[in-house]
Structures are given as structure tokens and as C-alpha cells.
């Protein structure tokens, strides 16, 4: 590992009586799962580089309630969100970054009838709006000239119809961006979302990852990009099902601009 | 004697308006069996939607062979029931093209011409929707759920349109006077040839018969929308009016449960004090849905609304991996039984009897609902505002809340989160651990 990375909470700047630019909603994925925490740090490495005060909930966040919630269980997914709330509140959060498009989506829409009103941004979103304010310059580095295809998340695209941020971003990349079959609009679910994640598919001819997969490898990517630590699983457990985990590399996007900086 | 045919009009017009009437009645009935909800907000964007997308046909054209052979049937339909206004006014006061003796010639002209065009087009599109459905046989139009009733009534509208159609021509063709005038007969004067050689009264008996069959079949094919998926040239519109404004992803919140959540959460509420005056109403007998008067009105609104094109279902990622799951047959069985709960309360005095039956298991399975990954495709997917997704959400609700019936796992991720606030089982302790690792 690199320097330390600087990932200060909101108990510290409260103690300091200050307020960060941004709350960093890291979310269960980002803070537990060995895969999610690799975007974790790389897109602290980015808030770090591009000079952001941000600041994190560390013990205090709880998971958001959303695969509660999309299970059906709306009393688990409320008793979540009151409290997140309460803490949100308590610290007079404006704005909330995340990596995670579920929290996102949650957060950003479902918390304001519970008293919840933030300021939400994907991290592509906000790490476009960083490089619009020349906060962070994008170099394609190692990806100059590689495919990369991007693989939208239900719970961006569809959900909230953010398309365009994390494609600028890997545009920025100096990358070639190919599109699969269904893209945007018409993209195709990893098959974790709406709790599949946390439970096995229904009995079927295949599982939804691996024709999705397919698609991917149709159009010969080296790199599919993600920005969600659920379809990154899902496409790298798909990847392996196709034993193309050395053709073809699954990579958030965070990661793939911080790797490009050498961060 | 001579005003037989009158009085038999006004007669055939009052039957086939009164039972459309009834049956429309009843729909409205039906529908209103589903919850209320709150659809009064947002008009200027309501009526954009319903311009764009039920008027405009803005999501019929994201696939264009057939967004563009929907556009001709329906500007077709449209602009061709003009003329029905003609037959109805003809029909009423035993007149003859009543608007040749209103309007010059060469403006009439124009207007059957238009429709003449308009005839031959639509009859070239239903035939290559025929084509679609019965020839190439595109995989949509063949799933499970398309079998029986939902396979004849898809075909049954394309031969009823061909034959509309088809008399609409044989009308004019076989309309002496019409033809003699030479206006506007643009494609009824290449049929007419083939009655050249009878007699003139025979002529003129085809023609009579075609202009009785072709208003008979109007009236016919009216009644038959509420018996059929054609209802959606109706209710397309209310439907993409009363369609979800909010982003895809929100899902709606219960109020009943935010009510509990608060007091439970709120340590100086006494959770055994009487309910406030007016509230006995505020916690609904059930969380979730088990059956259509669980629903809202909308949702149901939805069902009656949908074509059956089956778009949503060719989006869905369970359906194309093979699982049991087709959103199509989500809102076909959600109109089954609704129709099902219509017929029962017709049949007690307008009163439901319980028949031991639901829309639960009996018509949607719980391996269907829970195949879903809330990914949106099928919203998305179809072209008048059908939102499958919030059914599914609320019987998986019903299932969850109601009967603790979710799958062992889930039970396991939704323990974690209540226990330490992640879908996994770690601490909620070490949630900052990564920054040292």
C-alpha cells in the first residue's frame, strides 16, 4: 500500500466543529466485501487527490434498508431509514456521495418521505462534477486506446436515468467505449438486484449474470466497467464462468481512473 | 314501411351504445375495487405523458417495424371512424352521404379518398401483424401465457379489422352514384370492376349490405373491447395520464408502517393508548397484497390497460434466463381475477362472496414473484405506462410482512440487517475497517 489513505469521520469533524464538503456513503458492499472495498479505496485515493474534505460515517452508518425493502419488508427497511436518518440529521448533512447505486437510489428517493432531504450524487456523478471544475484531471494512462465496455446498473440507469456521467468518464480515459447489445435504457440486470443477491436464482435455463456476460464478451471488451459493487461481482463471477478472467478484466469505474493515475 | 330501416338503425345504435355503456360501467366498478391513491398532482406533466405517449406513441417507435405499422392501424382507426359519423347521421334520417350535400365535391372527395388510402394501408399492416403472429411466429406472441383466449383474441382482432376494412371498400365500390361521381374513389373505383357485370339492383343490395355489415361490425367490435387486450385503444389514455411520475427506482412508501415505525421508535408514545378519534382506519387490515381489492386502482386500471404485446416480458432479464416469470402474466392474471371478482359480485347482487380464491397462488405463483430483480426493464418496456413491478412489490410485501413466507436466505439477510445492520453477518464495529487493511 501506497500513503495512507485520509478518511477522516463526521464524529471528527463535528468535534472540530467543522462540516465536509461531502458525506462519503460507503454502504455495506463498499465496507465489508473484499471486491467492493477495492473501490472504496480507490475512490478515496481520488477524493484525496482531487483535495475534497469528505467524511465518512465509519461505525455509525448502517446498511440503507434497500434489499429489505425490495424483498418486501418495509418495516425493516423503515426502522433502517429512521435511524440513518436520525444520525444524517443530527450531523446536518447536505450532500451524500456513494458508489453504490442502491444506496444511491434509496437514499436519493425513497428517505425524503421519511424526513430525509440530501443532496445525493453516484460517485461517477460527482466525479464528473470534479473534473467539470478541473478539481480532478482524468490521464488514460494504461487504458489509452484499450475497449471498455460499460455495463449500466438497473438502479442508476433505468432507476434514476444517470447514462451519462460514468460513460464521459471513461471517455475521458481516452478509452474506446463500445456498447453492448442492451445498454442504457434497454440494459440488461446483473441479476443481484431487488435482493436476488442475497438469495439463489429461481430454477431456469441460465442465470441472469451469465447472459449478461454473453453479451459482454460478444463485442470482445478487454475491460467491462461497473459502477456498482453488485454488478461487479455478478460480471466477475460471470467473467470466470466463462474462463475469460484473463482476457477480460471487471473493473469500477472509480478504479479504473484511479489506476490510470497510478494512485 | 319506408322508415323500417330507420327505426331498425336507432334501434341497432341504442343496443350497441347500451351495452357498451354497461359493460364500461362495470369496468369502472371493477377498477374501483383497487385501494385509493392520490394521482392529483403533477397535471401538466400528466397530460404531457399522455400526449407523448398515448397520443404521440413516442414508446411504441422504440421498435420501429412495429411502431410504425401501430402508427397506420391507429391513425386509421381514427381518422377512418369519421366516416362513422357520416354512416350514424345516414343511418338515423335514411339520408345518403349526407355530407356530399354539405361539403363541395372536391372536399368530400378528398375526405374518402383520405380514408380509401387510409383502408388499404391498415388492412397491409394487419396483415403483417397476422403475418408476425401466425407465420413467423416472433417468440413473444408464443410464450405460455399466450395460449387460448389471449392467441384467438390477438387473431380475432386482425380478421376483424381486415373485414372492416375490406366492407368499408366494397361500399364505396359497389355505390353507383358514388362512383359515377369520380371523386375520391382513389381505391374503392379498382374494386368496383369486379360488380361491373351485375345487375344494378344487385349493386345495389352488396352495397346496402356492406354499409349494414360494415356499421353492425363498428358496433360489434365496440362491445367486444371490454371482453378483450383491444380495450387498450381506451384506456391507453387514462392509463399513461395516471402512469408513475416518480424516478423508476422509488418504490412507494407505506404510510400504515411509517405510522409504526414512529411510535415504536418514539419512547414517549404509549403503544397501548387508545387510537385518536379518526384513525381506527389508519392501519390497514393487511400489509401488502394477496388479492386485486389489495391493490390500488391504478394497478388495476394497469391490467384492464394492457395489449398483451408482451414487450415487458421480452425486456424481462428472469423471463429471457428461463424463469417462470413473465410480467405479461402479471397483469393478465391481475384482469382475470378482477374480472373473476366482477362476476362474482354480479352474481351476488353486487356483493363479493368469498370463493377461496386470490390472486396469490391461484393465479400468480410465489416463484414468479420471487424471481424478480426490481431492474425496471419491463416498465420501461411498455409503451402505455404499465407498472408490473408495483404488483410484484406488493404481493412480495404481502408475503414478507403477512405471512413471513420469504425464502430462507432472505430471512437470513434481513435477521443480519436488523442485528448488525449489513446483509452480512460482521460487526457493525468493523465497518471502517477497510481504511487500515
Not at chain 1, 230 to 244: A, L
Amino acid at each position: 500500500m501506497s500513503e495512507l489513505l485520509k478518511v477522516p469521520t463526521m464524529a471528527e469533524f463535528m468535534a472540530e466543529g467543522k462540516q465536509p464538503e461531502v458525506l462519503f456513503w460507503v454502504g455495506c458492499a463498499g465496507s465489508f466485501d473484499d471486491r467492493a472495498k477495492k473501490i472504496t479505496k480507490a475512490f478515496v485515493k481520488l477524493l484525496n487527490k482531487a483535495k475534497v474534505e469528505f467524511a465518512v460515517l465509519g461505525t455509525e452508518e448502517s446498511c440503507t434498508g434497500d434489499p429489505a425493502k425490495r424483498a418486501g419488508n418495509e418495516f425493516l427497511f423503515q426502522m433502517q431509514a429512521v435511524t440513518n436518518i436520525e444520525v444524517l440529521n443530527a450531523y446536518e448533512v447536505k450532500k451524500i456521495v456513494t458508489a453504490c447505486p442502491h444506496c444511491f437510489n434509496t437514499i436519493k428517493n425513497e428517505y425524503p418521505e421519511l424526513g430525509g432531504n440530501y443532496e445525493v450524487m453516484h460517485h461517477t456523478q460527482f466525479l464528473k462534477s470534479l473534473l467539470d471544475d478541473g478539481r480532478l484531471t482524468i490521464e488514460g494512462g494504461q487504458f489509452k486506446g484499450k475497449r471498455i465496455t460499460f455495463h449500466d446498473p438497473c438502479y442508476l440507469g433505468r432507476a434514476n436515468n444517470v447514462y451519462e456521467a460514468p460513460r464521459d468518464l471513461i471517455r475521458k480515459l481516452e478509452a474506446e467505449l463500445v456498447e453492448m447489445k442492451n445498454c442504457k435504457r434497454t440494459g440488461l440486470c446483473c441479476g443481484a438486484g431487488g435482493a436476488q443477491m442475497f438469495k439463489d436464482a429461481e430454477k431456469g435455463d441460465k442465470e441472469v449474470n451469465v447472459e449478461r456476460t454473453e453479451q459482454a464478451l460478444e463485442i470482445q471488451p478487454e475491460i467491462i466497467a461497473a459502477g456498482c459493487p453488485f454488478c461487479n461481482t455478478m460480471m466477475t463471477d460471470g467473467v470466470k464462468t466463462k474462463e475469460k478472467e484473463s482476457d477480460v478484466a471487471v473493473m469500477d469505474i472509480a478504479e479504473l481512473i484511479a489506476n490510470a493515475q497510478d494512485l | 314501411m319506408e322508415y323500417l330501416p330507420n327505426i331498425l338503425f336507432i334501434i341497432l345504435l341504442g343496443i350497441g351504445i347500451g351495452f357498451f355503456a354497461k359493460n364500461v360501467k362495470k369496468l369502472i366498478r371493477n377498477i374501483k375495487l383497487g385501494h385509493d391513491v392520490d394521482v392529483s398532482d403533477n397535471k401538466s406533466q400528466r397530460w404531457k405523458n399522455m400526449a407523448m405517449i398515448a397520443l404521440g406513441q413516442s414508446k411504441m417507435v422504440r421498435r420501429p417495424i412495429a411502431g410504425f405499422l401501430h402508427i397506420i392501424v391507429y391513425l386509421g382507426f381514427i381518422i377512418i371512424n369519421i366516416e362513422v359519423l357520416e354512416i350514424i347521421i345516414d343511418g338515423i334520417f335514411g339520408t345518403h352521404r349526407i355530407a356530399l350535400s354539405i361539403l363541395p365535391e372536391a372536399v368530400y372527395g378528398f375526405i374518402i379518398s383520405t380514408f380509401e388510402v387510409l383502408a388499404i394501408l391498415v388492412f397491409v399492416a394487419v396483415t403483417i401483424f397476422w403475418m408476425r403472429r401466425n407465420i413467423i411466429k416472433l417468440a413473444r406472441f408464443w410464450k405460455s401465457e399466450m395460449t387460448g383466449w389471449p392467441k384467438n383474441d390477438g387473431n380475432f382482432i386482425l380478421y376483424f379489422e381486415m373485414v372492416l376494412m375490406m366492407l368499408f371498400l366494397v361500399m364505396n365500390a359497389t355505390d353507383v352514384h358514388f362512383q359515377t361521381l369520380n371523386t375520391g374513389n382513389v381505391i374503392s373505383q379498382y374494386i368496383a370492376p369486379w360488380f361491373g357485370n351485375l345487375p344494378e339492383g344487385t349493386v345495389h343490395i352488396i352495397e346496402r349490405t356492406a354499409w349494414w355489415l360494415h356499421i353492425t361490425g363498428i358496433f360489434i367490435f365496440l362491445n367486444y373491447l371490454y371482453f378483450s387486450k383491444h380495450l387498450h385503444i381506451l384506456l391507453a389514455f387514462p392509463n399513461t395520464f395516471y402512469g408513475k411520475l416518480t424516478p423508476k427506482g422509488q418504490f412507494n412508501n407505506l404510510e400504515a408502517v411509517t405510522k409504526e415505525v414512529k411510535m415504536m421508535m418514539d419512547p414517549n408514545i404509549d403503544p397501548f393508548a387508545a387510537p385518536a378519534e379518526g384513525t381506527e382506519n389508519a392501519i390497514p387490515a393487511k400489509f401488502g397484497a394477496s388479492d386485486v381489492q389489495d391493490l390500488n386502482w391504478v394497478q388495476l386500471l394497469n391490467a384492464y390497460t394492457c395489449t398483451e404485446c408482451g414487450r415487458c416480458t421480452s425486456e424481462c432479464p428472469a423471463n429471457q434466463t428461463g424463469k417462470k416469470l413473465s410480467p405479461r402474466k402479471i397483469m393478465m392474471d391481475t384482469r382475470d381475477r378482477l374480472e373473476e371478482v366482477g362476476k362474482n359480485m354480479d352474481a351476488n347482487k353486487g356483493v363479493f362472496k368469498e370463493d377461496g380464491k386470490q390472486l396469490l397462488d391461484n393465479y400468480i405463483t410465489r416463484e414468479e414473484l420471487w424471481a424478480c430483480t426490481s431492474c425496471n426493464a419491463c416498465v420501461e418496456a411498455c409503451p402505455v405506462s404499465i407498472d408490473p413491478l408495483s404488483i410484484i412489490m406488493d404481493m412480495r410485501r404481502y408475503l414478507v410482512m403477512e405471512q413471513s413466507a420469504a425464502p430462507v436466505e432472505l430471512n437470513n439477510m434481513m435477521t443480519n440487517i436488523e442485528n448488525n445492520g449489513a446483509p452480512w453477518p460482521y460487526n457493525q464495529m468493523d465497518r471502517l475497517n477497510w481504511k487500515n487493511e
